[in-house]
Structure formats: C-alpha cells, structure tokens
C-alpha cells in the first residue's frame, strides 16, 4: 500500500471517529433538553442539570448548537415555578435567580426565546410588586410585556397580560380620581391596587 | 569522485544570488519575528492590569459592609491597587446599606492608592476586622443594588459614554436586596451597561448564587498581586497570537524552501591540464 493511501485511511478514520462522537454529543444535548421539559411540566423539586461532560474537548455540539438561551430560559422558568411555591426567603432567592435568567435571555439573540422571557419577566416584576411593593413597579411589568410583543407579535400570552395590566392600570387611575373627586383622599382605601390578581396574569410556558 | 565538473557556473550566478537572498530574506523575517514574539511577551507581562475593557468609562462600586476578615481586608487593597496601577479613568462609588459617590467619573486611577491604604490590615490584627474609617458607621447591611442603582444614576448625571460597571462585594446580600437588584439588572442590560464583578472572599452559596443571577463567571479578587494573572487580568499574560503565527509562518517557508529550493554548492575547479 502507497504511503498516501495509509495517511488517507489514517485520517478518515480520525474524521470518521470525531464526526460518531459529535453526533453522540448532539444526542445528549437534545436528550438533556428531553428530560428538562419533562421535569418542568412535573414541576421536579430539583435543579435541572445540565453539566453532562461531553465526549469531545470543549463540547462543540453545544457551542454549534447554541443552547445557551434555550437553557438559561428553561431555567429561569424552573427557578420561576420554585419561588412560587417555597418560603419567602427561598422564593426571594428564586426570583432572582428566575429573574436574571429572563434578563438574559431577554435581551438575547434568539427573539421568540427573548420575548417570552420578557412575557415571564413582566410577570416576575407583577408578582415582585403585589407580594412587597419592593423594587418592581407596574410600570416594569408593561414595560417588559410591551418588549415582548415588539420582539415576537405572535405572543399571544405576552399580548394577553399586557392588554390586562394596562386595562387594570386603567380602571385603576378612573377608580383613583373618582376617590379624589369624592374624598380628596389619593390611593384605594383597603391598599387594593385594582391590578389584575396574581392568577389572572397567562405563564403558559 | 565528490564533484561534477560544469564550466557554465556564470550562468548559475544570479540564480544562486536571488535563492541567497530568499533564504536570507525568510531567516531575516523569522529572526524579527522571533524578536516581536520576545518583546511582545514582555510587554504585556508588565503592562498594567485592567478589570474593565480599556475602551470603557469605568465605574467602580466598592462594598465596605462591616464583617470583614483580614483575608478580604488584603485581597480589596490588592484590588485597588491594580486599579490604580492602571492608568485608567474610573468613578467610584462607595456603599453598604446606602451608597454615595466618592470619586465622579473621571477620575485618575491613581486616586485608589490613598484608599487602598485604608484597607491595610493592621500588623498583629485578629482574623475579624471592622470596616475601614471612616464607613465604619453605616456598613451593617448590603444592599448591592444601593451601589449599582448610584452607578447607574452618575452614568446618567456625567453623560459618560461607553460605560462599565465594577462591583467589588463579598456578595453577602441581604435577601431582602435580591428583587430590587433584578430590577438594576434589567436597567443594565436595557441600557447596555457591561458589569463586572469582583468577588472578595465569597462563600460558595453567595457566589453560586450571584453567578446564577448574572449569568456570568465571578472573578476572584487576588490575595497576593501576582495572583491577578488568574484573577481577571488573565489577558495581559497571554502569548501574543500574531507574532507567534509570524514566527511559525516564516520557519515553515523557510523550511519549505531549504526543502526544495536549497542552492546548490559549486567551487571553482583546479586545472587539470
């Protein structure tokens, strides 16, 4: 056999060996994701993982594949349904961290991931507002549904929430100036903000 | 017999004379780049460290929360000297609960040095340490989102352009700081404002944690300065990329041409008549 030809075996066989691994990579990437999905629908007590070592150095399945919003979206959504339903300090703690996902991924390059990231982070901002009155403000919330929409108009829940804040923002300052007119008191008596309630708001995700 | 005799060597003289300067030319080009490599190296091995990109108008926003060990006393005055070695232009912004404005955007980076000494732990001191006079008075609780708030609004007060946060914590929040810092965080990224963080001394609950919030890698503030080379200024120790692809370019032409354009050697023969 002419030297060449070995050398071109040699290295079809490197080719062929590096392309298997890679396909094997993608494979655990889409099953990862596979089993996230099915996590979040259970709504699982624990952390998504994702740190699975990849066959090739760096893992470039990941980095061709681009799965970082699709992750960090996932996530946040994950951490998002966790500070829902645990202690106020854990919820605090998983609001942020839901909250700095959907910041990211908010503001990423992939506009249907981005926009229901802001969808949730409007929601996040509602909730933030309604629990404590502590930093969030309904202004957030309609400013992140509005962002929402402008990157993806087919997001009909991002659509949803911001025509029911702004309506109840709305019947809000109506509510107010007829108090006004009446009493010269500013605000609701009972701390009611007339704003949608916790439940109305859609997180179809 | 070691020689072919040949009586046209005349002939041979220009070609022989061009594929001398050739391998002259590539052995030149490979000595030079050899010598940019070397210089290049050197340079930035001692060029000053920077936390921020050179480009940017850079903020710093220093925690001085009380609880502070002799270990984040060191690696905060290692910190800011690097910044004041520098020889770039930052603002400051000191905070604990409440933040104010300490240096306006600007500012030499020389002006961290009198502050670094601030931060000096005493010969002898005990593992745990006040906070620095003179913010030993309001440094019971973090409030990180105080400090970046501030950042943001002298952004806004000075029209910097091109800015760029550096917070250095030990990232002990208050959790009740969490929501409002979200809330910074979505400034941030609307405005495009690059943070930085500098982490001194965090557990690792606090460093997840932040990590997780900003989607970023924290850098570790430096106990000793010649730690900084892993610490955030990584860049500045690295081999240069283009004077080493001149130097691996010019040794495999050169190679390539001693390979297969290698002069050929003739002497003047003796008469044998």
């Known amino acids: 056999m002419r030297p060449a030809w070995l050398v071109a075996a040699l290295v079809s066989t490197a080719v062929a060996a590096m392309l298997g691994l890679f396909a094997a990579d993608v ?43 699709d992750r960090d979206l996932r996530q946040g959504i994950w951490y998002f349904k966790k500070g829902r339903r645990t202690s106020y300090e854990e919820s605090a703690t998983a609001s942020a961290l839901a909250g ?20 949730l982070l409007g929601v996040l901002a509602y909730y933030g507002r309604a629990s404590d009155g502590v ?18 108009p087919a997001n009909d829940d991002a659509k949803f929430n911001l025509e029911l804040i702004l309506r109840a923002l709305r019947a809000e300052k109506v509510y107010q100036a007829q108090v006004k ?10 701390g009611q903000t007339g704003g949608p309630s916790s439940s109305s708001l859609q997180t179809d995700y | 017999m070691s020689a072919i005799p040949y009586p046209g060597t005349r002939e041979l003289v220009r070609p022989a004379r061009r594929a001398a300067a050739l391998r002259l030319l590539l052995a030149g080009g490979l000595i030079a780049a050899v ?20 480009d940017r108008a850079g903020i710093v926003v220093l925690d001085v929360s009380s609880s ?7 690696r905060i005055h290692n910190t800011l000297l690097q910044l004041a070695a520098s020889h770039a232009r930052y603002g400051l912004v000191i905070f604990s609960a409440t933040a104010y404005e300490a240096l ?51 952004i806004g007060k000075y029209s910097v352009q091109h800015p760029a946060v550096l917070l250095i914590s030990d990232l002990q929040d208050d959790p009740q700081d969490l929501k409002p810092l979200v809330k910074i965080l979505v400034g941030y990224r609307n405005a495009r404002i690059p943070l930085k963080v500098i982490a001194v001394s965090p557990s690792p609950k606090d460093l997840g944690l932040f990590e997780g919030i900003f989607r970023a890698p924290v850098t570790r503030a430096p106990l000793r300065l010649e730690e900084s080379s892993s610490a955030g200024v990584r860049s500045s120790h690295e081999v240069p990329g283009r004077p080493v692809a001149a130097v691996v370019l010019f040794a495999l032409l050169l190679g390539l041409n001693e390979l297969w354009s290698a002069r050929l050697n003739w002497r003047k023969g003796r008469s044998t008549a």
Do not use: C
């Open chain 1, 135 to 152: 930093g969030f403000d309904e202004s957030d919330s309609v400013a992140a549904f509005a962002q929402a929409v402008l990157l993806d």
């Open chain 1, 100 to 119: 700095g996902s959907f910041v990211r991924v908010g503001t990423g390059s992939n506009v249907r991931e981005a926009s229901q990231a802001q969808d």
């Open chain 2, 104 to 154: 306006p955007p600007g500012s030499a980076a020389s002006a961290f040095k009198p502050l670094a000494r601030l931060f000096t732990p005493p010969k002898g001191s005990s593992r745990h340490l006040s906070a620095p006079r003179p913010w030993g008075f309001f440094s019971s609780v973090t409030e990180i989102s105080s400090g970046l708030e501030l950042a943001r609004v002298l």
């Open chain 2, 35 to 54: 010598v940019a490599t070397a210089f290049s190296v050197r340079r930035s091995t001692v060029a000053p460290p920077s936390f921020l990109p050179t």
């Open chain 1, 181 to 190: 007119s009446t009493s010269g008191v500013r605000g609701s008596p009972s």
């Open chain 1, 27 to 69: 494979r655990e990437v889409s099953d990862r994701f596979d089993a996230v999905d099915a996590g979040l629908s259970r709504a699982t007590a624990t952390a998504p993982k994702w740190d699975v070592g990849a066959m090739l150095l760096h893992d470039p399945a990941r980095r061709i594949l681009d799965v970082e919003d």
């Open chain 2, 68 to 74: 502070i060990t002799v270990d984040k006393y060191t």
